[in-house]
């Protein structure tokens, strides 16, 4: 029998808090939970600790908004950008073991920052998603998802920079996150990245996070577009602040 105690503490409570907001944010957004929890999971329990408790928490609860989602998938771009983010996610493992976690999470806040200043102010990519692109992103994406848990802001940036449907971005995001995390999990309990204990703060969390999400899911809808990306664009100038002064 697994014995909760030794981890039922105050700063348990306070992740639960972050978790529920940040579950309200994923039901309704289709990401950015990861991105508000980082910041403050990392002081709360290490940075080690931070991206597995993510990284179990996301896969459990993205399965749960999928199905909504699943119609407005185009998955053979989901799925060439998760094959891409496979091949770079030992290359985050190994930075997350051997550099500064604060060091990059302050370097991905700032090009997150930059990202929503460009997008914010009008641009848009517009054209195809390109293989070459689609695969760029997703070695990077892979690469910062095992190093940092926030393997959101790469193909975010990708997504809203195009001009498809709200529809089709939000389920394009929430696709391709249980397949990266499937693979990111048992590699990070391989690499000794993960433990048991986070394993067990994980499940911990999960409850008020999915409950956070399963609210967040009922105000979502296609028909409005432009408050969706404008609530996306504020999560993540949100969290690129945080991690700068984090």
Avoid: C
Avoid at 121 to 135: D, N
Avoid at 173 to 178: D, G, Q, R, T
């Amino acid at each position: 029998m697994i014995d909760f105690g030794p981890l039922l503490t105050p700063e348990l409570g306070l992740a639960a808090a972050i978790a529920l907001l940040a579950g309200l944010v994923r039901g309704f957004v289709g990401f950015g939970s990861g991105l508000l929890m980082a910041p403050s999971f990392a002081l709360l329990f290490g940075p080690s600790q931070t991206v597995a408790i993510i990284i179990m928490m996301e896969i459990v609860v993205t399965l749960q908004v999928l199905p909504k989602a699943w119609k407005d998938v185009e998955w053979r771009f989901v799925g060439t950008m998760a094959l891409a983010a496979a091949v770079g996610m030992p290359a985050g493992t190994w930075l997350i073991l051997h550099v500064d976690p604060a060091t990059m999470t302050r370097a991905i806040s700032g090009v997150v920052i930059l990202s929503v200043a460009v997008i914010g102010a009008g641009w848009r990519y517009g054209g195809p998603k390109k293989p070459l692109i689609t695969v760029a992103v997703g070695l990077i994406s892979g690469t910062m998802l095992t190093s940092t848990s926030l393997a959101n802001p790469p193909v975010i940036i990708y997504q809203m920079a195009g001009a498809g449907a709200a529809a089709a971005t939000r389920a394009n995001i929430i696709a391709y996150f249980p397949a990266t995390q499937a693979v990111a999990v048992p590699m990070m309990f391989l690499s000794g990245v993960a433990d048991w204990t986070a394993a067990v703060r994980a499940l911990l969390l999960l409850v008020p996070f999915a409950f956070g999400t399963a609210i967040g899911t009922r105000f979502f809808a296609p028909e409005k577009e432009q408050l969706f990306r404008r609530v996306v664009l504020g999560v993540l100038l949100i969290a690129g602040v945080a991690g700068l002064v984090g």
